[in-house]
Nanobody, 122 residues
Framework: QVQLVESGGGSVQAGGSLRLSCAVS????????MGWRRQVPGKEREGVAT???????SYADSVTGRFTISQDNAKRTLYLQMNRLKPEDTAMYYC????????????????WGQGTQVTVSS
């Protein structure tokens, strides 16, 4: 089992930047893929970015060129660098891990963190 704890959310003005972190504990090796998802009230959770154990990445069209997903295996931490933030990026952001993935989709039983709120004001 793996446990995920997000941090780094907050409030920022449009055009600003934030870096989210996700601390990973437990048996990471069985979870080949990790990613970030976001959700606003009343809408379904949507994929933002995914990374696999070989460093392959996928991004939602809405964040391509502005967000970067990365991982530091030595520190057991997943990151999401968010630049040029827009009000529509406002959401609860969740870290996730799964045994398999295909592009943005995490499959095979996904484990979630508790989420961190990002609010972007215009």
């Amino acid at each position: 089992q793996v446990q995920l704890v997000e941090s780094g959310g907050g409030s920022v003005q449009a055009g600003g930047s934030l870096r989210l972190s996700c601390a990973v504990s437990g048996y990471r090796s069985s979870y080949y893929c990790m990613g970030w998802r976001r959700q606003v009230p009343g809408k379904e959770r949507e994929g933002v970015a995914t990374i696999d154990n070989r460093g392959g990445t996928s991004y939602a069209d809405s964040v391509t060129g502005r967000f970067t997903i990365s991982q530091d295996n030595a520190k057991r931490t997943l990151y999401l660098q968010m630049n040029r933030l827009k009000p529509e990026d406002t959401a609860m952001y969740y870290c996730a891990a799964s045994p398999t993935c295909s592009r943005l989709s995490l499959t095979g039983g996904t484990t979630w963190g508790q989420g961190t709120q990002v609010t972007v004001s215009s």
